[in-house]
């Protein structure tokens, strides 16, 4: 398998769907295509395999959930598409042999595993493990110097690119694994260190900042296939990290620094350099992006970290804050959850703010913790003594989506190593195709496809902050079938090689649901899309309570 094919085969990892990339891309090369009505989604949003888009229906939800709430609080306006409440189940400990001796410094989840960074062996020396994210068995050790990320946060290891990405605490080297043969491949820059790592969610670029030798640091843009340096942009600020590439823009987080001491911060657009500074004020955890807004916690005061009491919703274009709400305590991390919530440490243990509504949950934890990292399956939580913890996202009263039966086709549920999904079903032309590999299609067991093969996966979802699914032009609220969409070709349409793939969106049934079509050809034939239409037809999408 050629490099560029085991990269293809990655690319669902990354961590904001398809279909907002392909939206964003086709949108700026103002080459659209009319697109005949269509339906589909989850995980974030918008847009189909041709068709006009200007949309952005941003982050994702999963499906509808719920435990104990506190009532809505500060929200100028409602989100227009809608985020559910969600219910955790209980917290799991994660075996490890050895157990690491002090926090979690790093963990990312992608290609079947967790990827940890903590002190498994010697204490005060980082390593980065991979490991089974059922069992906690040990899959690749790798004997690299990794720096991993700060105390708290889990940052310093991302996965995307087809790749997992990590830094060197020595100099400025940055690492580069395949997850296919866990190789490893080093790219060097002129600096001291490499103090972050982002990857565009809807472009693919990758984006390091660099510490000079002398004073000041660089902001790279690297090709993820050579390592070369593309661009680069000198920044000047006491604290380099929070680097959030996004919309066409690159944010940075700032922090003031006194006598060695790190103060309030502030958030700044490196590039293209038109919109202000945003005043954050002090706050522990970085702000995240889910590639449509950034989400940042923020504070009243600008000389301590430790009082941060809201979340904000900033425009990448304008730096506006869209919308904030007055959530209490926030503490070491925050993030973006693909079920459309914004999860935080809280003083309340683990909280979830649900956009939408204005609605903050919360769950007890365990030991401290400082990182939490949502993932579809569920929520992780790493701690500073060094334990890993998760919790399943349970689904409440929506009915699953699912194929009708039909003769030489295999229609099954998604299966999370960590609990069924039914909000995820999937369906073949190619049974045989199913095995116990690493699977090429996201939420299959699928490794293949034939010339004439066809892979369906349609999955409900949502998000905060997109415009309202009912006036999207690719979602039409009267829709009540399927409608094949022309399959595009390309990065952001391949999985493995030549592999083309349709993509719908619609809203049905009260359920926001996207379908993904994956054929095995790259020029399918008359019959195979007419084959293909009429698997669509068989998706049973039941209306929502």
Do not use: C
């Amino acid at each position: 398998m050629t490099r560029i094919e085991q990269r293809l085969r990655g690319v669902d990892e990354m961590p904001v769907p398809d279909v907002w990339r392909e939206s964003m891309r086709r949108a700026s090369e103002r080459n659209l295509l009319e697109h005949r009505r269509s339906p589909i989604g989850r995980r974030i949003l918008v847009i189909a395999a041709a068709m006009a888009v200007t949309a952005s229906i941003a982050v994702i939800l999963e499906a509808t959930f719920r435990p104990s709430v506190r009532g809505p609080v500060a929200s100028p306006e409602p989100t227009a598409a809608p985020v559910a409440d969600v219910q955790l189940g209980s917290s799991v400990r994660l075996p490890m042999d050895p157990s690491p001796e002090g926090p979690i410094s790093s963990f990312a989840e992608g290609f079947g595993s967790i990827w940890v960074v903590a002190q498994f062996e010697e204490p005060g020396v980082n390593q980065l493990r991979r490991l089974d994210p059922e069992t906690g068995a040990v899959q690749a050790v790798f004997s690299i110097p990794v720096s991993g990320g700060a105390e708290w946060g889990g940052d310093g290891v991302v996965v995307g690119d087809g790749a997992v990405w990590a830094t060197s605490w020595k100099d400025a080297t940055l690492f580069e694994i395949d997850p296919a043969d866990d190789s490893v491949q080093r790219f060097s820059f002129d600096g001291r260190v490499v103090g972050d790592i982002a990857i565009d969610q809807g472009t693919g670029a990758l984006w390091v900042p660099v510490l000079q030798k002398e004073q000041g640091w660089r902001l790279l843009r690297v090709d993820p296939l050579t390592g070369a340096e593309l661009s680069s942009i000198e920044v000047s600020t006491d604290f380099a990290g929070g680097l959030l590439p996004l919309q066409g823009t690159v944010w940075q987080l700032g922090r003031n620094t006194s006598h060695s001491t790190v103060m309030g911060g502030y958030l700044h657009q490196v590039t293209p350099g038109t919109a202000a500074d945003v005043p954050i004020g002090g706050t522990f955890s970085w702000p995240v992006t889910d590639g449509r807004w950034i989400w940042t916690a923020t504070s009243k005061t600008n000389e301590v970290v430790n009082l941060a009491d809201g979340i904000a919703m900033i425009d990448p274009t304008t730096g506006a804050v869209d919308q904030s709400w007055s959530v209490g305590g926030i503490g070491y991390d925050v993030a973006v959850g693909p079920d459309g919530g914004i999860w935080f440490l809280g003083a309340r243990g683990l909280e979830r703010l649900n956009p939408t509504t204005g609605s903050v949950q919360a769950w007890p934890t365990s030991g401290t913790p400082v990182l939490v990292y949502p993932s579809r399956g569920g929520v992780w939580m790493g701690t500073y003594e060094g334990d890993i913890y998760f919790r399943r996202l349970t689904v409440g009263d929506v009915p699953p989506l699912s194929f009708s039966n039909a003769t030489g086709w295999e229609s099954r549920a998604y299966s999370h190593p960590k609990g069924a999904d039914p909000n995820l079903a999937w369906t073949t032309n190619e049974p045989a195709a199913i095995t116990g590999r690493p699977a090429r299609f996201p939420g299959t067991s699928l490794s293949s496809l034939d010339g004439e093969g066809i892979a369906i996966i349609a999955w409900q979802i949502g998000g905060a902050g997109g415009l309202d699914p009912l006036t999207h032009p690719d979602a039409h609220p009267t829709v009540d079938r399927f409608q094949l969409t022309p399959p595009s070709t390309g990065y952001e349409g391949q999985v493995s090689p030549d592999v083309s793939r349709s993509q719908m969106l619609a809203w049905i049934h009260g359920r926001l649901v996207q379908v993904d079509v994956y054929f095995g050809s790259l020029d399918p034939s008359a019959d195979v899309l007419a084959n293909a239409q009429a698997a669509l037809d068989r998706l049973v999408v039941t209306a929502a309570p």
